[in-house]
């Protein structure tokens, strides 16, 4: 549920802030430090990373380099899937942890579910080392990350904490109502990775005219409309006026006739 204009509390009491910064597929030790400098400057105080994006390394260095208050912070990273099960998620999370140059992570989710024959087993036995190393404090919270109805519902009869966070794609032109929906009614806060979509979205003509409307940019109407969706969402930028459009998107609010408009919108072709 919403605490407040900023952020969510998690079924922890934990509270997330509602708008993240992605880092997907930046590798450069150079870019990272402008990306997170630039995004600290702005008001960013959730960063998204993974260790398949191969930067958490990067990015520790950044957030050491600029002497960046960790308690501050909200750090979420992702296990992949080469380090399913029990003792080899525990493993890699001390690496995640090494990686960041961090004691702690405030969440940790498991990035894909498993398309094994057995992946159910796989998916549980997973998220036991999850639950072990939440009670351990190693994380402050524990969630998936493209996880859809049938996996949830796998698994949720078989834990003892729930998922606290679903990380999917969202998006105009995608909202994936049904994943939404049942998190909702599960108290799981729902994260958007792509929230812009592709460059396509930028050539949508109901998204042009709103813009004109609000005299916002197309990414900040995509933005707002996640938020008023009570979606979290991670937009990725390495530009400095981008970052900082991307999380000023408090001053105006999208209303219920547009919000169905994008709701409405069909797929947008990658």
Not at 54 to 82: C, H, M, P, V
Not at 134 to 157: C, D, R, T, W
Not at 194 to 211: A, C, M, T, W, Y
Not at 229 to 253: A, C, G, H, Q
Request: glycine residues 4%; aromatic residues 10%; proline residues 3%.
């Amino acid at each position: 549920m919403m605490d407040n204009d900023r952020g969510y509390r998690l079924k922890n009491g934990l509270i997330i802030p509602n708008i993240g910064l992605g880092t997907w597929h930046i590798k450069e030790q150079e870019i990272i430090d402008k990306m997170i400098y630039n995004a600290y400057q702005a008001g960013y105080r959730h960063i998204d990373t993974a260790s398949k994006y191969q930067n958490e390394k990067l990015i520790g260095n950044a957030i050491k380099k600029y002497n960046i208050d960790r308690t501050g912070l909200f750090l979420t990273s992702k296990l992949w899937k080469d380090d399913k099960g029990y003792e080899r998620t525990l493993k890699a999370v001390e690496q995640i942890l090494n990686n960041l140059q961090t004691d702690y992570l405030d969440l940790l989710l498991i990035h894909w579910p498993m398309t094994s024959e057995n992946w159910k087993e796989l998916n549980i036995e997973t998220w036991k080392a999850f639950e072990e190393l939440y009670k351990e404090k190693k994380v402050k919270a524990i969630g998936v990350s493209n996880f859809m109805v049938q996996h949830l519902e796998a698994l949720l009869p078989n834990i003892e904490i729930f998922p606290m966070v679903n990380q999917i794609e969202f998006h105009p032109g995608f909202m994936q109502k049904e994943t939404l929906e049942y998190c909702a009614d599960k108290n799981i806060i729902v994260e958007a990775w792509s929230p812009l979509g592709s460059g396509k979205i930028f050539d949508n003509d109901v998204l042009k005219e709103l813009s004109i409307k609000y005299n916002k940019s197309i990414a900040q109407i995509c933005i707002r409309w996640c938020l008023q969706n009570n979606v979290i969402p991670l937009p990725k930028s390495t530009n400095k006026e981008r970052i900082i459009k991307n999380i000023s998107v408090y001053d105006f609010s999208i209303t219920e006739e547009d919000m169905n408009k994008i709701d409405l919108l069909p797929y947008i072709v990658k």
